[in-house]
């Protein structure tokens, strides 16, 4: 892929006014500034974590260069190629700021001393007067597993709380617990240039086109080979116009579609019962269970025509290397864990998990999605993918870290149940660490008055953020190119990054900071770590004989295999690609199937709300958005949000193309365009979630979760639309809130002002 060969020149770039918050964009020229070393290095914007070049000079990062690694084969994606433009952001955090009168007083600078000692001194007080778990940490995935392993074990070591927890609660936990309980390990079993061997991929619930759009490579190259495609969404997303058959579920029901094509290899005895006999257990309750989904009772309950749904089985059920690709459109669902488990009873059924180029694959979306949830700073999770709750493994965690067993702390709050503990008052203060909930959280209303209880609020961050303008503490953290380190890429595939410039102004990177307020706790001989690698070394040692086994694996092997695969037990060892091709990772070796029944979603449509309203992403922003929407080509290709509604449901309620509507939930509303487009289904309606304050669908969503993993049902809900036939109204909760002082620097429009006036202007000069 050609570079963009637009450089970004901090201190020229931007002609930032903060009293208008008008911003000019001049484009300079690469003949400007030459490189004086290339970085070697991953995009740290989803899963793939492509790999990449960051062009440096005088210690500047000042563009970038696609890396031929093996499963991006020297692409980007266009937001891998402008990523570096949020190194030398003018918005970055510089420094540690406070608000020394209360909440009502505007966040102004401090220093570090003044701000740790601050918020020490409180965690002291809160602690000594309401119990260790009055303090909490809700931490983040776009972080180094260096970031995420010492977040559990500052958490639980540090401050002594059980409430830990991070916001990959949000994304992949449906997934990782199907995976868990199916296989004995929650991974995807094969490496992405796998993709390539399979004859038939079928891909449910991922608009995979502009989610991971180097994934699609791999896609291309099946389908070069012959491979079929059949897409399982309810829009015709881009790589729905490409398959052969496109199943539009109504969202919610993908399960009918899953069993009805299980039943179809079982009636054209497609199952590999040799298979089934030696490598799985439960097979008897769901070939029972999926008698009922016949073509036509999936046509009632999932809304697709009976004889697609055939053809779809048919392609399915004759393959020789079938693939299962699927995201959040399934997983962000109250029964999202089930939905997993039904494609794996599909997969398992014709015997296709642990071959090559086929089974079935999680696409994990967050940047270090992967690692994050294995290194121990999930609420019921140690290193190395330990439980909390088992004897054994907490004697050997406490032994890493040099504590009595007793005093490590039990299993806290989910992220989605720590907001229901602030609003009780049952947390009393909490460390936010790369996470934006008041965007990510569904009912985001609610979010925001139990973040209002808290006192401090602790944010660390690189960028203002909807959440750090309620922070009492904002301490400023580091991008993922300041800070050496590793993270975990969707396949398992354990890689490193690179320090490519120093943190600007006063910053510092995440860990420093929680090695400081551990020191500050009276926890310093703790986290006596002087460098990233260092912690990288005790989390060898603390995910030694778990699953996720990182113990073999060496930042120089890194280098030198292009990665490493966990799990990886001796230095010695290559690592492992393909996981289960010969036995499963539970004692017995065998894979456990379950019986599912499709079930409705948390919220039918009525008569008050007829639509289903469903969220995703779009290819040019980045989760909450709060670091795509700052850089200028990706804030300009998609600066505000839209609703897509279809024709035959417009037509009715007076909707034409770009009027400005208002769609309406029972938990609010927001106003927003309307894009009559025919690619999604008559019921349903979609929206972008990558947006802020009143332009944020989060208002909207419901926080209703899945019961066991605690994942919220973002993928639909009951919803009306109707035209507005006055200008918009502005305003909101929390956009009343703002002052001129602690409005972000990042908010794009002022407020009052319409989003169109505050569209970013590129200069001719
Ligand atoms: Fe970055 Fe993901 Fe795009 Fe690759 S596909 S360049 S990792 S955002």
Known sequence: MSVNKDIFEPDRSFNYDLQTENRTFIEWHEADRVPDKLVDTHCAFCGVQCGMYLKVADGHVIGVEPRDYPHNLGSLCPKGVVAYQQVEHPDRLRYPMMRRN????????????????????????????????????????????????????????????????????????????AYAAAFGIDRAPLPMPDIELSDCIVVDGTNVAECFPIVMQWIWRARDRGARLIVIDPRETPIARTADIWLAVRPGYDI?????????????????????????????????????????????????????????AELYARAKAPLIL?????????????????????????????????????????????????????????????????????????????????????????????????ASGEIKSCMIMCSNLMVSLPDNAVVQRALEQLEPLVVIDFFMSQTAELADVVLPGTVWCEDEGTTTNLEGRVIRIKSAAAPPG????????????????????????????????????????????????????????????????????????????????HPDGRARMRPIAHQPPAEEPSEDYPFRLTSGRVVYHYLSGNQTRRIGFLFEQAPEPWVEIHPRAAEPLGIHDQDRVRVRTPRGSMELKALVVPTVRPDTIFIPFHYSHEQSVNQLTNPAVEPGVKIPEYKVCAAAVERLDVAPATGGAAVENLTAENRPAMFPYTVGETKAA????????
């Not at 918020?119 to 931490?139: C, F, K, L, M, P």
């Not at 769901?286 to 009772?297: N, Q």
């Not at 090695?515 to 040692?541: H, K, N, Q, S, Y």
């Open 102 to 177: 209360g909440r009502s007083s505007p966040l102004e600078r401090v220093s570090w001393d003044e701000a740790l000692d601050h918020v020490t001194s409180r965690w002291r007080a809160i602690q000594a007067e309401h119990g260790n778990d009055a303090v909490a940490v809700y931490s983040g995935s776009s972080m180094t597993n260096e970031k995420c392993y010492l977040a559990g074990k500052f958490a639980r070591v540090g401050l002594r709380t059980r409430h830990v927890d991070y916001n990959g609660r949000l994304c992949m936990s449906s997934s990782a617990a």
């Open 326 to 422: 699927h995201g959040k459109g399934i997983e962000h669902s109250t029964h999202g864990v089930d939905n997993c488990q039904a494609l794996i009873n599909l997969a398992l059924a014709r015997g296709m998990v642990g071959k090559p180029g086929a089974g079935t694959m999680m696409l994990t979306g967050q940047g270090n999605g992967q690692g994050g949830r294995e290194v121990g700073q999930k609420a019921a999770q140690l290193p190395g993918y330990r439980h909390i709750d088992v004897p054994e493994d907490r004697e050997y965690i406490a032994g890493v870290w040099g504590i009595p067993e007793a005093e490590l702390p039990g299993e806290g709050a989910a992220a989605t149940e720590m907001v229901h503990l602030m």
């Open 758 to 765: 505050a569209k970013p202007q590129r200069s001719a000069s």
């Open 256 to 312: 009918a579609i899953v069993n009805a094509m299980l039943r179809h290899v079982i009636h054209t005895g497609r199952t590999d019962d040799a298979y089934i006999a030696e490598r799985t257990a439960g097979w008897d309750a769901v070939r029972e269970a999926v008698e009922p989904y016949t073509p036509e009772m999936a046509e009632r309950v999932a809304g697709i025509p009976a004889e697609r749904l055939l053809a779809a």
């Open 506 to 585: 006063e910053a510092r990177t995440d860990w420093e900071i929680m090695c400081a307020i551990a020191d500050r706790m009276g926890r310093g001989a703790f986290f006596p770590f002087r460098t990233a690698r260092e912690i990288f070394d005790e989390l060898r040692v603390a995910s030694k004989g778990g699953h996720a086994d990182y113990y073999g694996i060496t930042w120089e092997k890194i280098d030198a295999q292009q990665g490493v695969f966990w799990p990886c037990p001796t230095l010695d060892h290559p690592g492992t690609p393909r996981l289960f091709t010969e036995r499963f990772a």
